[in-house]
């Protein structure tokens, strides 16, 4: 039996560690947007794009992990932070769960400390935006609408 379109796909954007602190914490790179702000703009863009949004911000790896594994999505936006250049685990339960999956930062991750360069959950995400503050995660919920468009599981807008 063909899959039933679901005409509002449901999308989870998960942010890493230290997220919270956006707008207190190193301002000179991250900005002084308040995550509530960004996810203000995250919210409004997703109605516009009919999609269903859920947000969280987790500190700790295991409490990612469990909520990728629950696959209670059809997309995800990410910004796994610190993670990023560390987590193998967050790595392997994305590849492991197979939904479209975008990758986000904030700063320009190839513009910094030789350590942010290496990112382990590049090689399993369908794409990365980064460097371009709250609007990464912005130009990643509408990549992941057309992820999900060309697979053919929304019609497009
Ligand atoms: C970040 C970049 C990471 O290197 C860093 O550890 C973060 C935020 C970003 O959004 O620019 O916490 O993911």
Redesign the pocket.
């Known amino acids: 039996m063909r899959k039933k379109k679901n005409p509002r796909p449901r999308v989870l954007v998960l942010h890493?560690?230290?997220?919270n602190l956006l707008g207190r914490r190193e301002t000179s790179?991250?900005g002084t947007k308040s995550l509530e702000a960004i996810n203000g703009e995250i919210v409004s863009l997703a109605s516009e794009l009919k999609m269903d949004v859920s947000i969280l911000q987790l500190n700790s790896e295991g409490e990612i992990l469990d909520v990728i594994q629950r696959g209670e999505y059809d997309a995800l936006v990410i910004?796994?932070?610190?993670y990023?250049?560390t987590s193998i685990a967050i790595r392997d339960a994305i590849a492991a769960v197979r939904k479209p999956t975008v990758e986000?930062?904030?700063?320009n991750?190839h513009k910094?400390e030789e350590f942010?360069r290496r990112s382990y959950i590049a090689e399993v995400a369908d794409g990365q935006i980064?460097g371009l503050g709250s609007e990464?995660y912005l130009l990643a919920l509408r990549a992941v609408r057309s992820l999900l468009s060309k697979r053919g599981d929304i019609p497009s807008l």
């Open positions: 890493g560690p230290n997220l790179i991250y910004n796994p932070a610190a990023t250049h986000v930062h904030l700063s991750i910094r942010r980064s990464s």
